[in-house]
């Protein structure tokens, strides 16, 4: 895929005293984005579609003045962020219904800030390991060509003792992150699907030969992997499209021999998705019929629906027997 190149970018001027904030203004620049040098983002559009869509081509370069980081259990301790929002336009998005009706993309300058806030929380839980997540509010590796700064953080935490990052992604450029001093310390996850969901639903992120591409690049390159399979549905042909994908995952993999960790989650929404799914993407495919399935309280006190019982059941054992067949070093961490 083409790497992303956004429309509009406005810098909030605070950036420019900073060497990263110089780095990827000129990276902009070089890209003929057409740059204001402001913090006040305007979004216009007619529809929610439209804003919606101007919100992703737009990109506010800032600093992140977190001193304070949010919990992230039971992926990891803390969360922390490089950006947020970010190109990809996935129908289901986990981030649709809390960035807004414009959920324009930050960049976060201030790299050095970030890890010296993280650097304090590893030395205060030490000798205990510290885990932090990078990909809660957005996805890391869809604007590393603009900012080159999970790299950094990579680096980072392959020379910390005692911290260990994690991420998850739906994009595959990963050439810039394959011959850093990782260490194992970072644990690179997937996000995979079959390819009837991803041509579908996840627009403007890696196709699934991409994604292949990526998971062997990055095994090659030593780090520790999983997989978030999801959402996982059912459609037509479901489980060929399935087995599909774990055994092009096998063969991707090669010969790696490090515990593989999985985590599988179906589909599911809310009411409140639903509906804003629906103003966004008018012609979506997503099969969001209430009838099909059943409510589930969500831990964010909100009702979700979920695959019926039977069909949960279905889903489960399918996609385990999968992984089983496939893999003799997998840990399926969890199925909800
Ligand atoms: S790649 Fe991840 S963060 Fe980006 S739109 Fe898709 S689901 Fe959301």
Redesign the pocket.
Known sequence: MINYVPNKAYIDPKCLKLERGKQIVEKLEKLNVPLEYTKKVEIKGDSPAEIYMNAKNTVLVTVNSQKKLAPCRPSADYQFSLTSS?P???EY???QTTQGEKPYIKIFANVEEILQVIDDYIEENKPNITTFECASI??PI?LEHLTGSLGECIEYFGGSDYGRLRLVT??ADVDSLLNLKHNKHTRFRF?INAKYVIQNF?HK?ASFEERMEAVRKIAEAGYPIGFIVAPIMIFDNWQQQYNELFERLKGALGNYQEQISFELIQHRFTATAKELIQSRFKNTKLDMEEQNRQLKWGPYGKFKYVYKKEQSIDIKNYITKLINTNFNNSNIEYFT
């Open positions: 970010c990809g336009n996935c998005c986990y981030l957005t996805d869809g739906k994009f996000s996840e992120t």
